[in-house]
């Protein structure tokens, strides 16, 4: 199995934090937040990473070079301009197996991640999104999937708070075909949230993968103490 990692992001809302250093290699409970990840995927048997860099991507491949430290093998894709979550994937296609994980870079859900690859099987040429119901809001994160009574994803939407559909939150971990790049344009910056999950939506190929285990992630200075506690 393969586990591609998004770590290009420039990691605004922690600022100056990220001033000098990418998100990824914030500290977290005593080393760089990426290295829970990658010890998280060496657990499972995952060995087979590839890291998606930008911003201050070459601080990323000095602090993990081949990931033998870790006891996986680690290859980069580094953006040299913005090209969003889409286009990041896109441009390392040739690096890309037929089916792949997708893992945000600033999050961490400790599932067995072998169960959401194993989904992906269940429908031919769409994606698998793992999703998290919060009612008590512990995650701090407004509710952005509806699911169908199958599991099929029916919306996903960032920006629509508080509607009455929207019952789970993306988690931060994605099973993907490569064919899923095809439905993208050939160039330029791409969303995979804003311009590939509504094509696949639209098809009925985005199924949810509900898990009961909450997710972490550093995307604020408040939810980067909560992930630092957790790890702690």
Known sequence: MQAVILAGGL???LWPLTSQVPKPL??????PYLEHQLKLLARQSIRDILILTGYLGEQVEACF?????????IRYSREWQPLGTGGALRQAR???????????????????????SHLLTATADG?????????????????NVA????????????????AADLQYIEAGVLALRRSVL???????????????????????????FPTTQRFYDMGTPERLRAIEEYLS
């Not at 994606?127 to 009612?135: C, N, S, T």
């Not at 699911?147 to 508080?162: F, H, I, Q």
């Open 65 to 73: 070079g081949d990931g033998r430290r870790l006891g996986v093998h």
């Open 182 to 208: 095809d439905l993208m344009p050939s160039d330029g910056k791409v969303s995979l949230e804003e311009e590939v999950f509504p094509i696949l939506i639209g098809r009925r190929r985005l199924l949810g």
């Open 127 to 143: 994606a698998v999104m793992a999703v998290y119901r919060d009612p008590s809001g512990e995650t701090d994160v407004n509710a």
């Open 26 to 31: 914030v500290p977290v409970a005593g080393v």
């Open 94 to 116: 040739p690096l890309l197996a037929d089916s792949f994980l997708v893992i945000y870079g600033d999050s961490y859900l400790p599932i067995e991640y072998a169960a959401v």
């Open 147 to 162: 699911l169908d009574v199958d599991g099929t994803v029916l919306r996903y939407d960032k920006r629509a708070s508080g």
């Open 11 to 13: 990691g605004t809302r």
